[in-house]
């Protein structure tokens, strides 16, 4: 079945840090990607797609390059800010599907400190 | 821009009781899904909903678990017969096509004691 492996957090950063979150699938069909963000006490927004191979994804300075070759999908941002500070969910749908679900990883929590 | 909307925020029952939760998906979408995530785990699909019936649901969805879309709005989601650990964070979610522009609710907390 389809699954998503993130790197096992928290990672703690200082402000202005470059980041990197790793995510790796495995997928039957033809995935489309995404990365979620929880702001403490909050919901899942979606911060950035990708639907097919080579497509970048990017959103609010973060971004994530939908790479076949080594199914990763790896979220970045030059400059995080104490804002970022989240939880961060890569998660992949699969077309082949046929309930469409989201599959997530395991999620990701960024501290940023001053 | 087009929300989905939860309601409670937070809902507390009692273990045994049954409880509704309900949502309003974005008014053009066409599916429908409901997930969970327990405090300080991964989220985990339930099920989705396709043209008035269920298309795919996980094992976590057993017998005690059934959704409905009573008029042309709402999407609720109810649990028979609650369970301890059955309290997590629930969020509702909708799109348009199926496996692309998935819209999250802001969550219900239901607290089983």
């Known amino acids: 079945g389809d699954s998503v492996t993130q790197m096992e957090g928290p990672v703690t950063l200082s402000e202005e840090a470059f980041l990197t979150i790793n995510c790796t699938y495995t997928?039957?069909?033809?995935?489309?990607l995404f990365w979620y963000v929880q702001y403490p006490g909050e919901g899942l927004q979606l911060l950035l797609k990708?639907?097919?191979?080579?497509d970048k994804g990017s959103n609010k300075g973060f971004e994530a390059t939908y790479r076949k070759e080594t199914t990763s999908f790896h979220l970045e941002k030059g400059s995080v800010q104490v804002s970022d500070s989240a939880v961060y969910f890569c998660?992949?749908?699969?077309?082949?599907?046929?309930?469409?679900?989201?599959?997530f990883g395991g999620g990701t929590r960024l501290m940023v400190k001053p | 821009e087009p929300e989905v909307t939860q309601t409670p925020s937070h809902q507390v029952t009692q273990m045994g009781q049954e409880v509704i939760l309900r949502c309003v998906p974005i008014s053009n979408h066409l599916y429908f899904y409901w997930y969970r995530q327990i405090l300080g785990q991964k989220v985990e699909f339930l099920v989705s909903?396709?043209?008035?019936?269920?298309?795919?649901k996980s094992e976590i969805f057993d017998d005690q678990f059934s959704v409905e879309r009573p008029d042309g709005s709402n999407f609720t989601l109810k649990i028979r017969s609650t369970k301890l650990e059955d309290s997590a964070m629930y969020f509702c979610?909708?799109?348009?096509?199926?496996?692309?522009?998935?819209?999250f609710g802001s969550g219900t907390r239901l607290t089983v004691v």
């Open positions: 909903f396709y043209n008035n019936e269920i298309s795919e």
């Open positions: 997928a039957t069909g033809y995935p489309s």
């Open positions: 990708a639907t097919k191979a080579d």
């Open positions: 998660a992949l749908s699969d077309k082949g599907n046929a309930g469409n679900m989201l599959t």
């Open positions: 979610a909708s799109n348009v096509r199926g496996w692309d522009g998935y819209t």
